[in-house]
């Protein structure tokens, strides 16, 4: 008879889980054996420190775009994990915890390991956090953690207790389960009126000066974003997130941005008359154009960030690829105007001090040097990451 843990694995597999990442402790023992006797599919991967296992979980949802999921034994090893989830949550990826609890009947007894992880995780995992009590439940508790985790692009959490790790799978227990299982999931399309769209054309086409601002909720709008650039000869700006919307080689995007950016962004959001926002939750206002300065447009599919860091005229609600669709053919070319003219010789001027920097002499090496000549001999679609700070940049 199979047991509550080979139940989760295979419907997380079912949900096209790919790995896992974790580490080993006595109060996830059933959900180890589990993944011992068949893991249907899933690479676990080991790590050394739970705190590791949730980033990498977060570093899988952000370069796959898949879902990410972590496991962790109960008490120290389930706070562990918070430091990763809560990347996780302020980026927007989807990730699931699966962290382990103290039996049943030992809690409330101050039992070894226990933690009330209800309320550690509350806040990180807000928006679907449960404790299953009955293998009966189980199932429909993964496949809410996953739907909600996806469709929110957010961290969810499922504690389940030791001895229900290891008890006899939700099959021997209800014929007709309370809680229905259903796989099927379905991307929520929000899409912004015919009349939000004609009023944001409006304001891109009165533009004398426009720069685009891009976040991580561009990503799948490349070439979208570039048409609307040609077409309203704008600059294109990156935020940490949105670094590899558009490739830096393009004449006309300047950038990162922020603390760590770069001139030609700066001296973009300094002078521009309009702003474009698409996806992006940009944490740092004070280097956006000054408020009252820029007429604002911004596209994001969460109307609660619409003039989070801006004061915007008009906010579609949508996803950005589908939105630009409908915004780009309302638009007037404005053909190479002058302002886009300044855009590319800021950038050019940047690239070639950035060259200048990248050939100083240094001892032993200048760290520059290593990235420019990497640059140039990394194949296609190479993915390089650093740890957030100067590095970044």
Request: aromatic content about 6%; proline content about 5%.
């Amino acid at each position: 008879m199979k047991t509550v843990s080979d139940h989760v694995l295979a419907r997380l597999a079912a949900w096209g889980v790919r790995r896992i990442f974790g580490y080993p402790g006595d109060g996830v023992n059933g959900l180890f054996g589990a993944l011992n006797r068949d893991a249907h599919g899933i690479t676990f991967v080991q790590a050394r420190h739970e705190e590791t296992a949730a980033l990498m979980a977060t570093g899988h949802a952000k370069f796959t775009g898949e879902l990410g999921v972590c496991v962790a034994t109960s008490g120290p090893g389930a706070i562990h994990l918070l430091n990763g989830l809560y990347d996780a949550k302020m980026d927007h990826q989807p990730v699931v915890a699966i962290v382990g609890q103290a039996a049943r009947a030992a809690i409330g007894g101050d039992a070894r390991d226990e933690v009330d992880l209800s309320n550690l995780f509350r806040d990180v995992a807000h928006d679907y956090l449960h404790e299953a009590t009955n293998p009966a439940e189980v199932i429909h508790l993964v496949d809410r953690a996953v739907r909600t985790a996806k469709s929110e692009r957010t961290v969810t959490a499922v504690i389940i207790p030791k001895d229900v790790q290891e008890m006899t799978g939700p099959e021997a227990y209800a014929e007709r389960p309370a809680l229905q299982r259903d796989l099927s999931y379905t991307v929520r399309h929000t899409m912004p009126t015919d009349t939000d769209l004609g009023r944001a054309a409006t304001i891109l086409n009165c533009g004398k000066r426009v720069a685009i601002l891009l976040g991580a909720g561009a990503y799948g709008a490349s070439q979208e974003i570039i048409d609307l650039a040609d077409a309203t000869s704008a600059g294109v700006a990156k935020a940490l997130l949105g670094r590899s919307v558009v490739p830096d080689d393009l004449s006309f995007v300047t950038g990162a941005i922020g603390l760590l950016g770069t001139k030609p962004s700066a001296d973009m959001m300094r002078e521009c008359d309009t702003l474009l926002v698409v996806g992006s939750g940009f944490p740092y206002s004070e280097f956006l154009p000054r408020e009252g300065q820029a007429k604002a447009v911004q596209i994001d599919a969460d109307p609660r960030r619409i003039g989070l860091r801006y004061p915007v005229d008009v906010g579609l609600i949508g996803d950005a690829k589908e939105t630009l669709r409908r915004l780009i053919p309302l638009l007037v070319e404005k053909g190479h105007t002058a302002w886009r003219a300044r855009v590319e010789e800021n950038v050019r001027a940047w690239w070639d001090l950035l060259q200048k920097r990248a050939m100083v002499p240094a001892n032993p090496i200048n760290p520059e040097r290593v990235v420019w000549e990497l640059s140039a001999r990394l194949p296609d679609r190479a993915m390089i990451t650093a740890d957030s700070g100067s590095a970044t940049s």
